[in-house]
């Protein structure tokens, strides 16, 4: 089973994440990223977020990395584990910016990037940054079809509703033929989206029976990647049951991969935790 990351440390979720992420430093970061990749973690997630209202803070947490410095900075640190965007939010950025900072991500790590793209829901960072809220839906559909045509050429040509451009350089590109595309989302029109556009789906805040309802309705193709999470921290070591039957229920939901936050007590402790996991998800 092919089994992920909710990076500790860069982004801070209240009841998810654990009290040592708020002061450990980027060498436990790099340390816990050695050893996921070591141990053959399939890869690493990082959000973003610019800026997040304070009075959101008890729901979303306030602390979000940005995803382009944290995975620019653990490529150093890994030779294999994949770097997902878990999620971009689209329309903060034109889709020729994504390509080139992201393309670029994709050389540095020797074609690593998968690119877990967003909608977006939070209407005051739109407003903050100037992005228009409304209609970002369709917004976002053009980006995802300008990225496909975008990311692994330095000649760039597309002509979409919301997005024209042509006769531009983007030097460098991804390394990749094929940059995987994932979109997040909690609804129907999500995974649509996703299975029409993209190469798989990256749901959240979403319990197995609404996963298994909505794949029922939706005509995925062939390959098609469905990267679920645990949600809640799993704890390995002291509840080693209760991981392995979170695991079972998302891969029997229809989990081609599963991204798991993890229970710890300190930098040593995720990592010995990482071990546990990797043999429990093994024997699966």
């Not at 990351?5 to 998810?16: D, F, N, R």
């Not at 080139?100 to 020797?110: A, I, N, P, V």
């Not at 496909?148 to 024209?164: E, F, I, N, V």
């Not at 645990?230 to 080693?240: E, L, N, Q, R």
Request: proline fraction near 5%; hydrophobic fraction near 45%.
């Amino acid at each position: 089973m092919r089994i992920g990351l909710s990076t500790p440390m860069v982004m801070q979720l209240p009841g998810v994440s654990s009290a040592w992420e708020t002061t450990a430093g980027v060498d436990d970061l790099a340390r816990i990223a050695r050893t996921a990749d070591e141990l053959g973690f399939d890869h690493l997630t990082c959000a973003e977020h610019v800026a997040v209202p304070v009075g959101d803070g008890a729901q979303r947490g306030v602390t979000y990395w940005d995803p382009l410095s944290t995975f620019g900075f653990l490529a150093a640190h890994t030779t294999r584990i994949s770097l997902t965007t878990s999620v971009v939010v689209l329309g903060y950025h034109h889709p020729l910016d994504i390509a080139k900072r992201f393309g670029t991500l994709d050389r540095l790590s020797g074609g690593r990037l998968v690119l877990g793209v967003g909608v977006g829901s939070l209407a005051q960072e739109f407003d903050l940054l100037g992005a228009p809220f409304d209609g970002r839906g369709e917004r976002a559909d053009d980006a995802i079809r300008a990225l496909r045509a975008s990311l692994s050429t330095t000649r760039p040509s597309y002509r979409g509703s919301h997005y024209k451009f042509d006769g531009f350089a983007v030097e460098p590109c991804a390394v990749q033929e094929r940059v995987p595309i994932l979109v997040g989302g909690r609804t129907l029109r999500s995974l649509r989206r996703a299975a029409g556009l993209a190469d798989g789906w990256i749901p959240f805040g979403l319990n197995p029976t609404e996963i298994a309802a909505m794949l029922a309705k939706a005509d995925v193709p062939p390959g098609f990647e469905v990267v679920l999470s645990t949600g809640h921290a799993v704890d390995p070591i002291a509840d080693a049951d209760r991981t392995v039957n979170r695991l079972m229920a998302l891969r029997d939901v229809g989990a081609s991969a599963i991204t798991c936050s993890v229970r710890a007590d300190s930098p040593e402790d995720y990592c010995d935790q990482l071990a546990a996991l990797r043999i429990l998800a093994d024997e699966l």
